[in-house]
């Protein structure tokens, strides 16, 4: 008897937003303790996702959102890297640059041509989520680039770890280098929760 296949997994607003905060929740639990969830951070991932928008997402379509926001938020921080002293235009957000710029980066780095016009999306949330577990350089974003972002309708995006699933529970990722696991991670990381906690208060 044939599968039936799976449909694929639509990221509304609604989505999106409960997807995020999970996320976050679990980072400031310290379920990232290197960069990525693990098992724990995982599974509570899937199980309160489900629960709180009533969906039955499998572990690879959330894994999939998973590595699509990390590939978004990647070129993001490369891009105000790339952008010291520019602004951001406060019509919509995103990079104040010339034409000539964009058409620099986009010719560089194609999954950034989403920014043009808008900024990160729910930028705060994803920089609590992958703050400190990503590569901020052109090449290292400009492969994954080309292959998906988490706009996409089936939020396959770009698997940028583990591209053949193995069944693993862990989210298994790009592990920061030492500069990255420098003491003022603690500091940071409950800088970070305060911060959430007082915009969740508002």
């Known amino acids: 008897m044939p599968k039936t296949r799976k449909p ?11 997807f995020n905060e999970i ?12 960069g990525c969830l693990n098992n724990k951070g ?15 997402y499998t ?14 938020f990647t ?31 986009i010719d560089a780095m194609p999954l950034c041509k989403k920014f043009r016009f808008a900024p990160l999306d729910n930028e705060e949330d994803v920089e609590i989520m992958f703050s400190g577990a990503s590569c901020t350089n052109a090449n290292a974003v400009a492969p994954s ?13 770009n698997r940028n770890c583990n591209d053949k699933d193995n069944g693993s529970d862990d989210v298994q990722e790009v592990h920061p280098s030492p500069a990255e696991k420098q003491p003022a991670k603690t500091g940071k990381l409950a800088w970070l929760k305060r911060t959430w906690e007082e915009r969740k208060k508002r």
């Open 145 to 157: 680039a080309r292959e998906g972002s988490a706009g996409n309708g089936n939020g396959n995006g």
């Open 23 to 34: 996320c976050v929740e679990q980072v400031l639990a310290n379920n990232r303790p290197q």
């Open 8 to 18: 694929n997994a639509q990221w509304d607003a609604n989505a999106a937003k409960n």
């Open 59 to 72: 572990r690879v379509q959330i894994k999939n959102r998973w590595d699509a926001l990390k590939a978004d």
């Open 42 to 56: 995982y599974a509570n991932l899937i199980s309160q996702f489900n629960e709180r928008t009533g969906r039955n």
């Open 75 to 105: 070129t993001w921080k490369t891009l105000l890297l790339s952008a010291s002293g520019l602004g951001r235009d406060p019509k919509t957000g995103t990079i104040a640059a010339s034409d000539d710029w964009w058409e620099e980066k």
